[in-house]
C-alpha cells in the first residue's frame, strides 16, 4: 500500500479497518484504535454522522453533488456564506 501523506516506500503490515464509532475505527481483531488523523479527512463529526448531516448530504447529492465555484452559486453555498459571515 503506498499512503498518500508520506514518503515513497510501500507501508507494510497495515491494519484492516472493518468499522468505525465516533473518533475510533476497529480492525478485523476487534481492536480498536483512535484515529489521530480524521480531521485531516473526515469532519469534526468523527466516524459517527448523526441523521440530520446524513440526511442533509443525501438531499444535496440528490439536488447537485457539485458545482465548481467558477461557474457560479449554489443556493447552499450561499446559505453557509451569510451564516459564517454573521459569526465572523
Do not use: H
Amino acid at each position: 500500500v503506498m499512503m498518500s501523506w508520506s514518503n515513497s516506500k510501500a507501508v507494510k503490515d497495515l491494519p484492516v479497518f472493518e468499522r468505525s464509532e465516533g473518533v475510533y475505527l476497529y480492525d478485523q481483531n476487534g481492536k480498536r484504535f483512535l484515529d489521530w488523523t480524521s480531521q485531516a479527512v473526515c469532519v469534526n463529526l468523527g466516524y459517527t454522522v448523526p441523521e440530520s448531516i446524513k440526511d442533509a448530504v443525501t438531499s444535496q447529492l440528490e439536488t447537485m453533488p457539485y458545482l465548481y465555484g467558477g461557474l457560479g452559486l449554489a443556493p447552499v453555498r450561499a446559505k453557509l456564506a451569510k451564516l459564517m459571515a454573521e459569526i465572523c
